[in-house]
């Protein structure tokens, strides 16, 4: 079996039972109107025993992917500097969340559709008190652009996302090269149908 990475993974054994972690979003509103400001609010709902770990992040990792009608507030970073700094990343929005709840600000550029959406996926690792077992949570809300709505959970396995170029679960990869820890290329195409392959990216908070 071979391992295509460039750093150390944290291995997550399983997802936390269902009604350990929740994540809830709502948009603070009571009308909108072009030009203005708005918040998010956007929560982690936590059952008793159970905590955010900051094994490998230094808490949840929250992507925003928005519809053309609203700007979402502060810089996109581009550089490796500025992205190392984790505020916002290229599109979709990336933000690291450390408190809750947390609200993220946007300006409504221009009427909203009736089918607009935002998109929000909150990645993090949940742990129990006095146990060394990490779980990796995974949660996908969809907020309509209104007022005063709240986010409903969608499968986040199934969902588009960001520009729509990405696969989804069963889709069949194009054949590629990428570089190992070492630097040299491995060759896709000369390893199927040979060993089972594992690609993996982690991008870790210090």
Do not use: C
Not at 6 to 14: G, N
Not at 45 to 50: I, P, T
Not at 66 to 95: D, F, M, Q, T
Not at 112 to 120: G, M, Y
């Amino acid at each position: 079996m071979l391992g295509i990475t460039a750093m150390t993974v944290l291995l997550a054994v399983a997802q936390p039972p269902e009604d350990a972690v929740g994540v809830s979003a709502r948009l603070d509103a009571s009308e909108l109107t072009v030009g203005k400001d708005y918040e998010i609010t956007l929560d982690i709902n936590l059952k008793d025993g159970w905590s955010i770990s900051t094994a490998g992040i230094g808490g949840a990792i929250l992507q925003i992917d928005v519809p053309r009608s609203i700007r979402l507030s502060g810089k996109v970073l581009k550089s490796k500097k500025e992205l190392a700094e984790n505020e916002y990343l290229a599109a979709p929005y990336e933000r690291l969340l450390v408190e809750f709840p947390a609200h993220i600000a946007f300006t409504l550029k221009k009427e909203p559709k009736e089918s607009d959406r935002i998109a929000l996926n909150v990645l993090a690792y949940a742990s129990t008190t006095g146990s060394d077992e990490v779980y990796f949570v995974r949660k996908r809300l969809e907020l309509a652009l209104s007022p005063g709505a709240t986010a409903v959970e969608v499968d986040p396995s199934t969902s588009d996302w960001g520009r729509g170029d990405g696969l989804q679960i069963g889709d069949k990869a194009k054949k590629f090269k990428l570089p190992q820890a070492d630097g040299r290329k491995v060759n896709l195409k000369k390893l199927l149908g040979k060993s089972n392959i594992i690609v993996t990216t982690y991008r870790a908070h210090w």
